[in-house]
């Protein structure tokens, strides 16, 4: 594992960012000149490379991070504006209750045709700025603060598991009593990949790390909702239920013309089923 720590003295926020090798195609570049122009500038920053899986990286920085609140970012993302960090903060101090602070995530100006039919196909890619603080499962890994205490307090992330992170830290944090929340105002940048190869391979990676959690930690698998304000009561449903719908929602997609979402509901789909007979977990555990 290496890890590059910009800042050094005691600072009120440190941000996260893992990441395989740094750069991302020049993602964190970009992400990281973002982070430079933020209006509040009271941050370190790790970014955590060469570590899986990704709740790992995340544990690794959080053991070196100084500051008070930490704040998450994929290393895909990119702020959309100067004030996130700002919003972020604010929106922490303005409620003690609150354990996760995210920010919604939108199309970015200098996005393709191909992402922006995607982002309008998958809500979760697209999300409406809030302008008030809402409960929401729309906070995520891709930008959200959360205090450093609360994050200890609740176990840190799962290092067990290769996907559902967001789901799970999210259903621990209610568990625990705190709100999960969209901060007013703040938004970034996370399109969906940029073509059909991109996209169908990141749904079949994602199918098979559903296999994976399924397989060997099903009580890490929870429902996750396309509305903001969704109901987040239901957070475990049944296999059962869940195969049931599949084919609903893959005749849905059709139906609206979707053809993009019905495309990867596929490529999910075969990955779930590579990973229900070929995931080992051993393939995790040697990166925990």
């Known amino acids: 594992m290496s890890e590059e720590n910009l800042v050094s003295e005691k600072p009120r926020v440190s941000v996260i960012i893992p990441s395989w090798d740094g750069y991302r195609d020049g993602c964190v570049p970009r992400l990281l000149e973002s982070i430079e122009s933020q209006t509040f500038q009271d941050f370190e920053t790790h970014v955590v490379k060469g570590v899986s899986p990704q709740g790992k990286a995340i544990n690794d920085g959080a053991a070196r991070a100084l500051g008070d609140i930490l704040i998450i970012l994929d290393d895909d993302s990119r702020l959309a504006d100067e004030t996130v960090f700002q919003k972020l903060v604010g929106t922490l101090d303005a409620d003690a209750s609150i354990g996760m602070a995210g920010a919604s995530i939108v199309v970015p100006p200098d996005a393709s045709g191909f992402q922006r039919r995607a982002a309008r196909q998958?809500?979760?890619?697209?999300?409406?700025?809030?302008?008030?603080?809402?409960?929401?499962?729309?906070?995520?890994?891709?930008?959200?603060?959360?205090?450093?205490?609360?994050?200890?307090?609740?176990?840190?992330?799962?290092?067990?598991?290769?996907?559902?992170?967001?789901?799970?830290?999210?259903?621990?944090?209610?568990?625990?009593?705190y709100r999960v929340v969209l901060a007013p105002g703040a938004c970034i940048y996370h399109p969906l990949p940029n073509g059909w190869g991109p996209l169908l391979r990141t749904f079949f990676r994602n199918g098979f790390g559903s296999a994976y959690a399924r397989k060997f930690h099903p009580d890490s698998v929870y429902e996750t909702h396309e509305k903001p304000g969704a109901d987040t009561?239901?957070?475990?449903?049944?296999?059962?239920?869940?195969?049931?719908?599949?084919?609903?929602?893959?005749?849905?997609?059709?139906?609206?013309?979707?053809?993009?979402?019905?495309?990867?509901?596929?490529?999910?789909?075969?990955?779930?089923f590579w990973g229900v007979f070929c995931a080992k977990e051993e393939a995790v555990g040697r990166g925990a």
Request: proline share 5%.
């Open 122 to 177: 998958f809500p979760r890619f697209n999300t409406p700025v809030v302008d008030a603080i809402a409960d929401s499962d729309f906070a995520c890994h891709g930008c959200c603060a959360i205090p450093a205490r609360v994050f200890a307090e609740v176990g840190r992330e799962r290092q067990d598991i290769i996907r559902g992170l967001d789901p799970d830290l999210r259903v621990r944090l209610r568990a625990a009593g």
């Open 233 to 272: 009561s239901r957070a475990r449903i049944s296999l059962g239920y869940r195969a049931m719908r599949f084919p609903l929602r893959l005749a849905r997609a059709l139906l609206r013309a979707q053809f993009l979402r019905f495309a990867a509901y596929l490529a999910y789909a075969c990955g779930y």
